[in-house]
């Protein structure tokens, strides 16, 4: 039987640059993840795409979702619901290729619980001001939306405690370097204890 593939998730505040790094890895030829495009109700930045950043819902087909049990996780992020769609983590880990999440920390729990060998990285700006810099720069949001997020940030970092991993974001080739690191040495780290191993010392 093929070997279940890693679970990997990425979190970390809002505005630290989690879109960015995953964009940046997910370019790189020889990345073999494969990126798990959530759910939202939030509505399309200018430049999304459905079915490429997110796949866009109403609240009300959501929440059908919900109901249905076809979300692995979800959680409410200032005002709009994520999701991450259940089958097809599955099966892809299934196949034995390694999926990667980027996802907000209430999720990121709900994911431990289910699968608690997953792997789990936190991101981290610089400095809080920093933060705040990138969030604003971004020019996506509004005031009001921009504070939000910043309260939540703090709450989130709050968070990183409970992660495997915590990666600083200063610039964000370091930043994938990094990430890319953690990931083959969490394969290095399993294929140790991997039967086959085992069973060659047996024979020897
Ligand atoms: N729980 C959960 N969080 C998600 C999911 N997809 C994205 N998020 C997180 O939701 C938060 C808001 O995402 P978004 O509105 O795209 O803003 P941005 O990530 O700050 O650019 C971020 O922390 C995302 O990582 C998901 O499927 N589940
Ligand atoms: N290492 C970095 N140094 C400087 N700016 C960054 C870095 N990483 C991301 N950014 C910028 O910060 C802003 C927020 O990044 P984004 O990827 O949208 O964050 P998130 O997905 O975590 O909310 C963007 O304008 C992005 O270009």
Request: aromatic fraction near 10%; proline fraction near 4%.
């Amino acid at each position: 039987m093929k070997e279940k593939g890693l679970l990997i998730v990425l979190s970390g505040p809002s505005g630290v640059g989690k879109g960015t790094v995953r964009k940046e890895i997910f370019s790189q030829p020889d990345t073999a993840f494969e990126y798990s495009i959530s759910m939202t109700t939030r509505k399309p930045r200018q430049g999304e795409v459905d079915g490429v950043d997110y796949f866009f819902k109403s609240r009300e087909e959501f929440e059908t979702l919900i109901e249905q049990d076809k979300l692995l996780e979800y959680a409410e992020f200032v005002g709009n619901y994520y999701g991450t769609p259940v089958d097809y983590v599955k099966q892809t880990l299934n196949e034995g290729k390694d999926v990667f999440l980027e996802i907000e920390v209430q999720g990121a729990k709900q994911v431990r619980e289910k699968f608690p060998d997953g792997l789990f990285i936190f991101l981290v700006p610089p400095s809080l001001s920093e933060l705040k810099n990138r969030i604003v720069t971004r020019g996506t949001e509004t005031e009001d939306i921009i504070n939000n997020r910043l309260s939540a940030a703090k709450e989130e970092i709050e968070m990183m405690k409970l992660y495997d991993y915590v990666v600083e974001n200063d610039q964000v080739e370091n930043a994938c370097d990094r990430i890319n690191a953690i990931v083959v040495a969490e394969h290095c780290r399993r294929t140790r204890v991997e039967p086959r191993y085992l069973k060659m010392l047996e024979a020897e």
